[in-house]
């Protein structure tokens, strides 16, 4: 006997996601063009699709869960912004889906697919960058925020730190250093709101006339292969021996990575070269020479995402009242400046 289609198979039969198909169905076509819609309706009427009462009123009701997608769940900023979360969700009565994306656009949309197959009720989103008008759409049917990386011209929630204060606090602490260049190594952007703000500021502030004195460079690193980066790195220090260098590293993962480089090349901070890394990780203080730092408030990123989302699944705030919450930054300084 054949199965009766699922909005699945309509989904694959037009090549759009199973969230615009669920839109399309509930009358919602705000960011569904006129092609798309006569898309469907053929494909619907093709296939013979029926929709589920059942399956509607299912998803009337609520669930208590909540879907949470990491770009990287193993990056160090990570865990701390998940500790916030499930503390916040656990008080509420609420169970978290903790989903690892892998820094994989593809794997982001399918686990965003599986969640809303799973009857989720909202979702907090950690975003590769490359799925912005999907996370859109999605955001009209579902309860979201976004952490850490925001996508321009949404009005979806938002809980992020201040980028430029963050970069700012590490310049003028290695001005105050004596520093007569620095470097500011950073992962290509991409579409990725933290490193295009951070980036920005750098560039900024190196051209300001309270620098003109000092030499600054940022470079993006493509890989971080061990020999690619110390030879990066080696022909970075390498223009100006004489000076006072410095670098700066965009976030923990690089930051540890740049450690390794240095020890590689026997440079050790702040005798050879000073350095300032994003993100106060568990093992920042613990390293041979403790590191200075930029500290994001990383426990209260995920307090303050799951606050705002359960806010909106308990009717308090509505879909419409979006904002974009800025924690501030801290600088840390510590033996290797």
């Not at 912005?132 to 809980?159: Q, W």
């Not at 606090?169 to 950073?186: D, E, N, P, S, V």
């Not at 020999?227 to 790195?233: E, I, M, S, T």
């Not at 990383?298 to 308090?316: C, N, S, W």
């Amino acid at each position: 006997m054949k199965s009766k289609p699922s909005i699945k198979d309509i989904a694959n039969m037009v090549g759009v996601s199973t969230a615009t198909i669920s839109r399309y169905l509930n009358g919602k076509y705000q960011s569904m063009s006129e092609e798309t819609r006569q898309r469907i309706a053929a494909a619907i009427e093709r296939m013979g699709y029926q929709p589920s009462n059942i399956a509607r009123s299912l998803r009337s009701t609520k669930s208590k869960t909540i879907a949470v997608l990491m770009a990287d769940i193993f990056n160090p900023y990570s865990m701390d912004v998940l500790r916030g979360i499930e503390q916040q969700c656990s008080e509420h009565g609420y169970t978290i889906f903790i989903c690892d994306a892998k820094d994989s656009a593809q794997r982001e949309r399918n686990l965003i697919e599986e969640m809303t197959a799973k009857g989720v009720d909202g979702f907090i989103i950690n975003t590769t960058g490359e799925n912005n008008n999907f996370i859109k759409g999605l955001s009209l049917d579902y309860p979201v925020v976004l952490i850490g990386r925001k996508i321009n011209g949404a009005a979806i929630n938002t809980v992020a730190v201040d980028n430029q204060q963050g970069i700012d606090l590490a310049m003028k602490h290695l001005q105050q250093k004596g520093c007569r260049a620095i470097t500011f190594l950073t992962p290509a952007p991409g579409n990725i709101s933290p490193r295009i703000e951070r980036i920005a500021t750098f560039n900024q502030i190196a051209a300001s006339e309270a620098f003109r004195e000092i030499t600054c460079h940022c470079l993006e690193m493509a890989a971080l292969e061990s020999n690619a980066l110390q030879d990066r790195l080696r022909r970075q220090l390498d223009t100006r021996p004489q000076e006072r260098q410095a670098l700066i590293t965009a976030n923990g993962k690089l930051t540890l990575h740049v450690i390794a480089a240095l020890n590689a090349l026997h440079l050790t901070p702040p005798h050879d070269v000073l350095l300032v890394g994003f993100d106060d990780t568990d093992w920042a203080p613990l390293i041979r020479q403790p590191l200075t730092v930029i500290a994001q408030p990383t426990y209260e990123i995920g307090l303050t995402a799951a606050r705002k989302l359960i806010l909106m699944l308990d009717g308090q705030k509505t879909r419409k009242e979006t904002a974009t919450t800025l924690l501030p930054l801290s600088l840390i300084a510590r033996e290797t400046t």
